[in-house]
């Protein structure tokens, strides 16, 4: 199978997640943040398929990858991610660690490649899910805003002096 092709499977599926969540959450923030995901997973889709356009992809094949290998198997079913939602609102740490996996797996299938155009192209991959992680990083940053600031100690005291 085309490893780009896996690629951009994935990140369909993991776009379908979000979309499912979305549906699901009752919680307008929740519905604004997973609506927020799968756009961004939308844009990391299109930019796999627009990185595809631009490399010789006839010979970045690996060999035993099917299907099968490239699918998204959250750790989580939709449904145990929001009643989790309900203990701990922060899913940020469930988000970094679904995308640390993809860079893993591209990692190891990089490792396991064995022509070099098939490698290099694997840690492509790599690098643009650590792309996509930072630009979750920023998402999760600009839910949260709102409910983070810094009040100047000045303003502190009420009490007259």
Partial sequence: MNVFDCAIKIEEEVKNYYEGLQAESS???MKHLFSLLAASEEEHRNNLIRLKGSM???RVHLDGLDG?????RPLLTQRELLEECEDDPDLYRFTVREEEHEIRFYEELASV???DVTRESLLMLAQEERRHLATMENIYAFVEAPKSFLAWGEFSNLQEL
């Fill in 56 to 58: 010789a992809v006839a």
């Fill in 113 to 115: 490649a064995r022509d």
């Fill in 27 to 29: 919680e307008p923030e």
């Fill in 68 to 72: 099968t290998a490239c699918s998204f």
